[in-house]
């Protein structure tokens, strides 16, 4: 089976922009979460997508926003980008049977983004 | 609130036995996950734990008290390649939901 595929790998956008950022999970997978990951403040949970609704989200603005279409690929979005932006952006899928407790997340290589 | 807390680095020897300790504080808890992430790439899942007691996976074993809000990951016969960035993270709230809080994590130096 196919990982998680993100792109782009690399982006690089100056302030103000805004940018586009999509996530393809593993075949069967029907939840995407999406984390922001910077050195001072580690992985941060920015938003959780399944059957196309949010199911939660984190504590960003509302810069930041993100969908899921019909066949589990997430984008998110991040508008008027700020130099704090500057990250690595994960997502991360997983199956989500329906049983209780969290399924384990599979991660895709990121996009690492850098506003100038 | 809720908190996590992991030491930021740690040195072992190779061939050596290491723990790795994270705390955790928080309500909804609903899962301990462990993850591997070395430099410039994306983390990768090492285990989970629901229930307290030891879960083993070859050289790797996660433990988890829920009781005192502690897990630790014990890698055995370190190699090399160990030296990564080692992630624990808790899932928050009821139901299988995608949302995890992690840890800074614990950077591992493993020597010769």
């Known amino acids: 089976k196919a990982g998680v595929t993100q792109t782009p790998r690399y982006l690089i956008k100056t302030r103000g922009q805004q940018v586009t950022l999509s996530c393809s999970p593993i075949?069967?997978?029907?939840?995407v979460s999406w984390y922001q990951q910077t050195p001072g403040q580690g992985l941060q949970f920015l938003f959780e997508y399944f059957s196309e609704t949010q199911r939660n989200k984190g504590n960003f603005p509302g810069r930041f926003s993100g969908r899921q279409f019909s066949n589990s690929r997430s984008e998110m979005n991040v508008s008027t980008l700020e130099l704090g932006d500057s990250a690595l952006y994960l997502c991360a899928s997983s199956f989500t049977p329906g049983t209780g407790g969290p399924d384990t997340q599979y991660f895709g290589p990121g996009t690492r983004l850098t506003v100038l | 609130g809720q908190n996590i807390d992991q030491p930021t680095e740690m040195t072992a020897t190779e061939g050596a036995i290491v723990q790795i300790n994270c705390t955790y504080q928080?309500?909804?808890?609903?899962?301990l996950f462990w993850y591997q992430q070395h430099a410039g790439e994306a983390p990768t899942f090492l285990s989970y734990?629901?229930?307290?007691g030891l879960e083993e996976k070859g050289r790797f074993s996660s433990f988890l008290s829920r009781s005192k809000g502690y897990s630790y990951l014990l890698l055995k016969e370190l190699q090399m390649k160990d030296s990564a960035s080692y992630l624990c993270?808790?899932?928050?709230?009821?139901?299988?939901?995608?949302?995890?809080?992690f840890g800074q994590g614990t950077t591992l130096q493993v020597k010769p």
């Open positions: 928080t309500s909804g808890f609903n899962g």
């Open positions: 734990n629901v229930l307290d």
């Open positions: 993270a808790f899932g928050r709230g009821s139901g299988n939901t995608g949302k995890l809080i």
């Open positions: 075949s069967g997978h029907r939840s």
